[in-house]
């Protein structure tokens, strides 16, 4: 009965180690971008959205492997996700735990890798190669090359990220095109109006905002009045 019980949960370390792998990406998601501003010398900045769209993309990614792991026959796939195990024990190690070390700060993401990605990882490897669900001389090439896949996709889906993101503030402009300028707009409606009024097609009025790095108001700072627009209608096109 031990021995059948022992069977069943391991069956489900698969999704545990998984599961941990979620919580050290939302880790890393919310506190990583910030820090990498701050440690430019060690770790390449990154922004917030296209950060979070590559956590969000990996993480489905996992959970797919996860899923396939434990629902398809065939020692292929027990290998890439073994690969997938021993790439995360890697990544605890490096970046995570060596920048902490060299830096005398911690690296978001170091606590959920070693408390709970290193230990469950160790243990299904640990499982999987008594079973005999891999062999360690396969994994030793396969581990690698889906390392070097993890690595790969990673600034592609950054690349991805910033664009979709650069997309979204864009078309959020679309604020500007309608009949009027609704909520906050309205003040600086009001005082476009009067200075076009007062000095026509010359109107090239300085705004001062309360929060310069909202993403509107930095493409309205790109793109400010200027003689070339030819009416108050044309003032949102001249934005966009």
Do not use: K
């Not at 920048?99 to 959920?112: D, H, N, V």
């Amino acid at each position: 009965m031990s021995n059948v019980r022992l069977h069943v949960n391991l069956a489900g370390l698969p999704w545990v180690f998984t599961a941990a792998v979620l919580l050290h990406n939302a880790e890393e998601a919310l506190f990583l971008p910030s820090w990498s501003r701050r440690v430019r010398r060690w770790y390449r900045p990154v922004g917030n959205a296209e950060f979070r769209f590559a956590a969000l993309v990996v993480s489905v990614a996992f959970v797919a492997l996860t899923l396939a792991a434990t629902s398809l026959p065939g020692a292929e796939v027990q290998y890439v996700f073994a690969g997938y195990v021993v790439a995360m024990l890697a990544n605890a190690l490096v970046p995570h735990l060596a920048i902490t070390i060299a830096l005398r700060e911690y690296m978001p993401g170091t606590a959920t890798a070693w408390l709970l990605v290193v230990p469950l990882g160790y243990l299904y490897l640990w499982t999987a190669v008594r079973q005999h669900i891999v062999d360690v001389r396969t994994l030793l090439w396969v581990s690698p090359l889906v390392a070097l896949c993890l690595l790969a996709a990673i600034p592609a889906l950054f690349l991805l990220g910033r664009r979709l993101s650069s997309r979204h503030e864009h078309a959020s402009l679309g604020y500007f095109r309608c009949r009027g300028i609704v909520h906050w707009h309205d003040t600086l409606a009001e005082t476009t109006m009067e200075c076009w009024r007062s000095r026509g097609s010359n109107c090239s009025t300085n705004f001062h905002f309360s929060n310069p790095a909202h993403p509107h108001l930095r493409l309205m700072r790109q793109n400010p009045i200027s003689p070339r627009v030819r009416s108050p209608e044309h003032l949102f096109q001249v934005w966009s």
